[in-house]
């Protein structure tokens, strides 16, 4: 059974640090491509960021505050965000792509809130 289980979301005031990480299992993690979304209210989910298979990093506006990363042995991604906005609140979700064969899975989410 294929799961992406996110944590490490919180309420964190502004300027403050978060690091997500998502577990996968029920697939072969290091054969995809990973990637964090995130979803505010009301707006369309968004990509934040994406590691290759190789390890190539792609980041949406948020370059420079967020670093995403993964650990192939122990099947998790990571999103360390820092200096984080008010306007980065959202639920931040956890995406499983495989290029070859289009095969894709996410994760339920975890809610991330910025405010003082």
């Known amino acids: 059974q294929v799961q992406l289980v996110e944590s490490g979301g919180g309420l964190v005031q502004p300027g403050g640090s978060l690091k997500l990480q998502c577990a996968a299992s029920?697939?072969?993690?290091?054969?995809?491509?990973m990637s964090w979304y995130r979803q505010a209210p009301g707006k369309e989910r968004e990509l934040v960021a994406t590691i290759s298979v190789g390890g190539g990093t792609a980041y949406a506006a948020m370059k420079g505050r967020f670093t995403i990363s993964r650990d192939n042995a122990k099947n998790t991604v990571y999103l360390q965000m820092n200096s984080l906005k008010p306007e980065d609140t959202a639920v931040y979700y956890c995406n499983a792509l495989q290029t070859a064969t289009g095969r894709k899975y996410w994760g339920q989410g975890t809610q991330v809130t910025v405010s003082s």
């Open positions: 029920g697939f072969t993690f290091s054969s995809y491509s």
